[in-house]
């Protein structure tokens, strides 16, 4: 059976007895609750017309979880930064891998039409799910006008046993939205939280950080980018600022477009660049334990840069929009209108 909504192939998640009841117990407050009842509240809490049972989901987790790290190369790949969403389609001839990486609590979502490949690609953290899944589900629509074939395929990696159980919350929140969608969505891949976790010295650490898209064959790979331009500090700017998920890759244009945000200045900036790199992974990180070792070099940056650069409109000359396309050597150039 199928209906509007979420469809889901759950058959061996819910053979995982800590995640149901983690899942439970979230939704629920774990009221006496048993894991026998995971089925109808979760549905109703998603407001699932249907659920198909299919073999396949631990599967398609250790399939990822398995493989080595692949490094993409800059000159075809493009980078998904925290709350940003990247839409393109096969024949796009300026992007080969969309992804992202460094997703601790975070959670990456692949959202691709099996009709006629239109992909894309998220990175989430805890704010403001609900629209950010509409944002994407909303910009694969678009592109999909008129294609009767296919279907919305849904692969979300992310997240670990972390101590505050943040991953768990994120990955209930981002299911809920996909499942309040009018379209139906395909969970092909859910390698999150436990099924992305592993211990080590007594400590739980994900396993993959990153995933890259082949945006032609749709293969997706445990991945890691050493370029993650253009502009890399100010759209990690963007971020530290609040600001919601926002599309930053146009592929009709082939043109990545970062919008005029707005910050102010940072009184403490000194301060904070004075403290040992254990106190700001302290106080910045969602998970100080299990940071990948460029975190605090990176913070760093941003720092520097909000101290060097009090005044934004020098980056938004007249409010405008920064744009960059790519040239015939790979590399982002600026565009100037």
């Known amino acids: 059976m199928q209906g509007a909504g979420f469809t889901v192939s759950y058959a061996n998640v819910l053979s995982r007895a800590h995640l149901i009841w983690s899942v439970v117990a979230h939704c629920k407050g774990a009221h006496g609750m048993s894991p026998s009842s995971f089925v109808t509240p979760v549905m109703k809490l998603y407001k699932m017309r249907s659920v198909i049972l299919s073999p396949g989901m631990t599967e398609s987790a250790n399939a990822l979880t ?56 998220a990175h989430f953290d805890e704010l403001n799910i609900m629209m950010a899944v509409s944002s994407m589900v909303n910009a694969v629509k678009g592109f999909s006008a008129g294609c009767t074939d296919g279907c919305l395929e849904l692969h979300l990696i992310g997240g670990f046993c972390d101590d505050r159980r943040m991953s768990k919350k994120i ?51 445990n991945a890691s980018f050493p370029d993650r331009g253009p502009d890399e500090v100010l759209r990690s700017v963007r971020t530290s600022e609040g600001r919601l998920m926002e599309k930053i890759y146009d592929s009709e244009s082939r043109q990545v477009q970062i919008e005029p945000f707005c910050w102010y200045p940072y009184r403490h900036v000194e301060e904070l660049l004075a403290q040992s790199d254990e106190v700001l992974l302290q106080c910045l990180s969602t998970s100080p334990l299990v940071e990948p070792p460029h975190f605090i070099s990176h913070i760093k940056k941003m720092l520097m840069f909000l101290r060097d650069h009090p005044c934004p409109s020098v980056f938004f000359p007249e409010g405008k929009p920064r744009v960059y396309k790519r040239n015939s050597e790979g590399l982002w150039d600026r565009v100037y209108s």
């Open 66 to 121: 398995g493989q080595t790290v692949r490094t993409v190369d800059p000159k075809v790949g493009f980078y998904v930064h925290q709350r940003e969403f990247a839409v393109t389609v096969p024949a796009d001839d300026s992007v080969s891998i969309l992804g992202s990486d460094d997703a601790t609590t975070c959670h990456l979502a692949v959202l691709r039409h099996t009709g006629n490949g239109v992909t894309c690609v």
């Open 171 to 221: 990955s209930l929140q981002i299911l809920e939205a996909f499942g309040k969608q009018q379209e139906d969505v395909h969970l092909k891949t859910f390698c999150v939280t436990e099924l992305n976790d592993v211990v080590k010295n007594g400590i739980h650490w994900p396993i993959i950080y990153g995933i890259g898209v082949d945006v032609k064959t749709g293969e997706i790979f």
